[in-house]
DNA sequence: CGGACAAGCTGA
DNA sequence: CAGCTTGTCCGG
């Protein structure tokens, strides 16, 4: 008879973040580290992970069950480390890396194949890190060279591009070139050690045994980290996944972040060449009576109108509801805060920015007058004041819409840029929305909301990809730069601004809330530094992430009490 | 998290 | 002092 075995299990209660031991009946003997198992706990039964071997000692209960496969015993680490490089429970990243329904049998990898065809001789090698590439450079490329520089039986090359349908798409024509892929929604298969993997950002969690390396889509996209708490980054859990596989990754960005270009990065070939043709419509100078489109944006839609794309005309409108702009209604220059440039709002008579640096009575810093008006519509308004410009009926598109209408102009939010794949001509209606946007990262984003439009309206070096800007801030750099489409200003910009303010890489910083924050955030005291205010939330500073999840972890966090790292 | 149990509060 | 609420502790 074999020596008795005892297993430590992380159950469901995320509350509990701890671990407890049990022992190992006879009849569960094949139990693994990662497994899913159920326990009785507290006398409740409850679903857990088995995470690691422990010691047989005396009281201990025995694994009620074996529930299912889970992680694979090699991503037990990973999915420690995020849980404290989030300060998170380690039940939330189990549950991340762990299938939605329960799984208790696996297929069998395929085999790796013989690369075949000119394709794979004719692909440079690339080397790892972070690429800088131009919106319409296509990824297929860099994971096909990837692939073939890193694959070996048993190790799987894990795919993250911001959305799933991208994934779906890559994930198609890889097939079509031999590769055996897993998807999302394929549990088993990355679990079994398929040869790749591609997925959106839960693909970072791809339960796969080894990591033979990784290739991240668009890596300073937003949709890259978890919306909701723990806030992870697909980028980060990769860098160090692989950093432990001692495997190699590969990031693309169409304008690297301060925090990836201190990664240091490379520039592939020719950017400018795959960013559209922007063209700039300023409308300070416009006349009032000008409808949603003005000038050039409306001569644009007629040459598109009568052109054969399917699509003719797609008109971004910055996302409902929140936010609206300040403009004097005699010179039409906007309200915008003057210590820090954002868009004012007013609020009981009061024009102030979101971080008040001024509080100010109503008048026009331009021309001193008390008449406003508010730049502001919604998707619809937007959509029957185009009807009538372009005299064709126009659809709208939103992240609700369940199916693209059929006209041949269409009206949406940013998720348009994510259903249409193909336009002649992008209008972003109101630029200084996304330009004046009260975020840090308002800037970047504004750049990357054209280079996504771009996507769709294909590069100027093919001589096509117009996206039209429509703006009061003609003279900004980054409005200028994108007409160059040259951003090197733009990056040093981004980089000194982000030293200036103690951003990544240069800082990190978490917010606290809840009953309790203000002691909490007072009681972690050196090195970190305590700003803000029960409404707004604490905000806790220290030199990097390391220093910050270090000094947190010291002290208990008294319950209610969330933390966001940002 | 959720059960167990203790201490505190209330009203007849 | 029963009956209820609120708080604290703890799980293998």
Redesign the pocket.
């Known amino acids: 008879m074999d020596a008795p075995r005892a297993v430590r299990v992380v159950t469901e209660?995320?509350?509990?973040d701890?671990?407890?031991?049990?022992l190992v009946p006879e009849g569960l003997a094949k139990t693994g580290v990662g497994d899913r198992v159920r326990?009785?706990?507290?006398?409740?039964s409850v679903r857990g992970w088995v995470v690691s071997d422990a010691h047989v000692s005396e009281?201990?209960?025995s694994l009620g069950k074996w529930l299912g496969y889970g992680p694979p015993a090699s991503m037990m680490d990973i999915l420690l480390w995020s849980s404290e490089r989030w300060l998170a429970p380690l039940a939330r990243f189990l549950v991340a890396a762990s299938p939605r329904q329960l799984v208790t049998s696996l297929p069998t990898a395929p085999a790796l194949r013989a690369l075949e065809g000119d394709q794979w001789q004719r692909l440079s090698d690339q080397a790892p890190g972070v690429i800088q590439v131009s919106p319409n450079t296509d990824p297929l490329d860099l994971v096909l060279a990837a692939y073939r520089a890193t694959r070996a039986d048993g190790a799987s090359l894990i795919v993250v591009t911001p959305t799933e349908a991208w994934s779906r798409r890559l994930r198609g024509r890889l097939e079509q070139r031999g590769c055996a892929t897993a998807g999302a929604d394929e549990w088993e298969r990355a679990r079994a050690g398929w040869p790749i993997v591609v997925g959106a950002r839960g693909a970072a969690f791809a339960p796969v045994p080894r990591v033979a390396g990784a290739v991240i889509v668009d890596a300073d996209d937003e949709s890259l980290r978890s919306p909701a708490q723990p806030t992870w980054h697909a980028l980060d859990v990769l860098e160090e996944r692989c950093r432990r596989a001692s495997a190699p990754w590969w990031a693309t960005t169409m304008l690297p972040s301060p925090r990836l270009m201190a990664k240091g990065y490379r520039v592939d070939g020719d950017i400018r060449g795959g960013w559209p043709r922007v063209t700039v419509i300023d409308r300070r100078g416009g006349d009032p009576h000008d409808g949603l489109l003005a000038g050039e944006a409306l001569s644009a839609a007629h040459r598109a109108l009568s052109g054969d794309e399917a699509v003719a005309v797609v008109v971004l409108h910055h996302r409902l509801g929140r936010g609206r702009l300040l403009a004097c209604a005699a010179c039409h220059e906007l309200y915008r805060c003057a210590v820090c440039g954002q868009a004012e709002q007013e609020v009981d008579d009061v024009v102030s920015c979101a971080s008040e640096h001024e509080r100010r009575r109503r008048f026009c810093r331009a021309c001193g007058s008390t008449r406003v008006k508010l730049l502001r519509q919604g998707v619809s308004t937007v959509r029957r004041d185009l009807e009538a410009q372009l005299s064709q009926s126009v659809g709208e598109v939103t992240a609700s819409t369940e199916t693209l209408p059929s006209t041949r102009v269409v009206v949406g939010t940013e998720a348009v840029l994510q259903r249409v794949r193909r336009a002649s001509v992008v209008i972003i209606d109101d630029f200084d929305q996304y330009l004046l946007a009260p975020r840090e990262t308002a800037r970047r984003q504004a750049v990357d909301v054209v280079g996504r439009a771009g996507r769709l309206v294909g590069s100027r070096r093919a001589g096509r990809g117009d996206v039209i800007v429509q703006t009061r801030r003609g003279d900004d750099l980054v409005v200028r730069s994108l007409v160059d489409a040259s951003f090197d200003r733009l990056l040093d910009d981004e980089f000194e601004t982000a030293r200036a303010l103690r951003l990544a890489p240069f800082g990190a910083r978490a917010t606290i809330r809840g009953a309790g924050a203000q002691s909490y955030a007072a009681s972690l005291g050196d090195p970190l530094t305590v700003s803000g205010d029960e409404v707004h939330g604490f905000v806790v500073r220290a030199r990097d992430v390391n220093q910050l999840v270090d000094a947190m972890r010291t002290v208990a966090k008294p319950?209610h009490v969330r933390v966001a790292l940002d």
């Not at 209660?13 to 509990?16: D, F, I, K, L």
């Not at 701890?18 to 049990?22: A, I, K, L, Q, V």
Request: charged share 25%.
């Open positions: 209660v995320a509350a509990v701890r671990p407890f031991d049990y326990v009785d706990f507290n006398n409740r009281n201990l209960k319950p």
